[in-house]
């Protein structure tokens, strides 16, 4: 078996053919393979097409269910890697998947707001606030989630809205330390 990792891996890591992709993934499958780690590096194969890295990982999301959380953020990473408008709604819908998956965890909610476009009024824009603004109640770190809202806030020059998380973060921040 672990030969057949061994070439599995080989194929995830060089190959530059969609069907041996999809050869060596369907091999890993049926040899029940588990490891979130060797799935990474196909999904970060540059010979995938975005719908081909979407169809594995919604494939593995459904194989392997503990490993949900991490195979969504690494899947909405690689998606960061694009340059275009519909990579990033890709990304955004990636990241939605991990907060669903682990509510709790701060990661997910500050890998949003770092795509935010200061420079540009994008719908994405809307989007990355309203959602991480519904789920930073649930994350145990909100602290972090707050200061990084208070520091957007401040680059956008909405005083009133950084001051409020700002005041937001020390007061969590306060909690959490509390709670150690």
């Not at 890993?28 to 393979?33: D, G, N, V």
């Not at 010979?47 to 953020?73: V, W």
């Not at 519904?134 to 957007?152: G, I, P, R, T, W």
Request: glycine fraction near 0%; charge should be negative.
């Amino acid at each position: 078996m672990e030969d057949d990792i061994k070439k599995i891996e080989d194929a995830f890591r060089n190959s530059t053919s969609s069907d041996e992709l999809f050869d060596a993934f369907q091999k890993a499958l049926s040899l029940y393979i588990t490891d979130i780690e060797l799935y990474k590096i196909l999904l970060a194969n540059p010979a995938l097409s975005p719908d081909e890295i979407k169809m594995f990982a919604e494939k593995l999301l459904k194989q392997t269910p503990n490993n949900a959380f991490e195979l969504c953020m690494w899947t909405a990473k690689v998606f960061e890697n694009y340059q275009d408008y519909y990579r990033l709604e890709d990304s955004i819908h990636y990241y939605r998947k991990a907060i669903s998956y682990n509510p709790t965890d701060h990661e997910s909610l500050l890998q949003l707001l770092k795509f935010y476009n200061y420079e540009i009024e994008m719908p994405a824009n809307k989007i990355i606030i309203e959602l991480v603004e519904e789920n930073v109640s649930a994350a145990h770190q909100k602290s972090k989630v707050y200061y990084a809202f208070a520091d957007l806030y401040r680059k956008v020059g909405n005083k009133k809205l950084e001051a409020k998380y700002l005041a937001l973060a020390e007061y969590s921040s306060a909690r959490e330390q509390s709670n150690f």
